[in-house]
């Protein structure tokens, strides 16, 4: 059983025009790397 009281799912779609090639992506992340993820955001955007 998970323990975790928050998690993110992202899904992203992309293709390239005139090709073939299509992708799809999905990823759950933990409370941990949410924080992570929201961290380096708030530093990136604290550059710009």
Do not use: C, G, P, Y
Not at 9 to 33: G, K, P, T
Request: charged share 15%; hydrophobic share 60%; no cysteine.
């Amino acid at each position: 059983m998970l323990a975790w009281k928050t998690a993110l799912l992202l899904e992203v779609n992309f293709a390239l025009e005139d090709h073939s090639f299509r992708a799809h992506l999905v990823m759950l992340m933990a409370e941990d790397a949410i924080l992570h993820l929201n961290q380096a955001l708030d530093a990136l955007l604290s550059s710009l």
